[in-house]
């Protein structure tokens, strides 16, 4: 990954990232991310993706992280909604609003990270997916994201999902995007 596009305003950063939900059947892929305590996120499950590069576009930029992690980009990706964290306000979702009208005329912007969340099929077994990135993946069923748990076998014990992709997640099985019924 090159420079990521970092949004500065009033001189503070807003980190613009794309992540994907991967479907495969009744499961959804997510990365076990490394235990390191200096990175986002460590040692919980997450969405694959990433932060976006200088000028990219968020379509273009969560194939470029699909491809770099897994080895794969599904045929087709379609937008789901935006979210917008902040610290003191917790997630939020933008959904269809301008990103640039709400950097504008909000300045509770400050201090965030802008979520892309796009959604796709996993066509592909997991044997068919190479982890370049993170220290494991597995298929979550719907009970465990719920649950906001699951077990690693690369961990060898039960891992939570971040509070904030598990709730991008139940945002998608309750929305018409998802494809099976809970």
Avoid at 97 to 113: E, F, K, P
Avoid at 156 to 169: C, D, G, K, N, T
Wanted: net charge negative.
């Amino acid at each position: 990954m090159n420079e990521d596009q970092d949004l500065m305003t009033s001189g503070n950063t807003i980190r613009r990232v794309a992540i994907a939900i991967l479907q495969y059947q009744d499961k959804f892929l997510m990365q076990l991310r490394d235990d390191i305590p200096s990175i986002v996120h460590p040692g919980v499950w997450t969405m694959f993706g990433g932060h976006l590069e200088i000028n990219e576009q968020p379509e273009i930029g969560v194939c470029r992280e699909l491809q770099e992690e897994i080895g794969y980009v599904p045929q087709q990706i379609s937008h789901f909604r935006t979210y917008a964290d902040d610290l003191a306000l917790g997630d939020r979702s933008l959904g269809d609003r301008s990103l640039g009208d709400q950097i504008l005329g909000d300045r509770a912007l400050n201090d965030r990270v802008i979520r892309d969340v796009f959604y796709g099929c996993l066509d592909v077994g997991l044997n068919m997916l190479q982890l370049n990135e993170g220290w494991d993946m597995d298929l979550l069923s719907c009970p465990e994201i719920i649950k906001g748990s699951h077990y690693s076998a690369q961990a060898l014990q039960e891992r939570p999902i971040a509070p904030s992709h598990r709730q991008i997640m139940l945002d998608f099985l309750s929305s018409p995007e998802c494809r099976i019924n809970i």
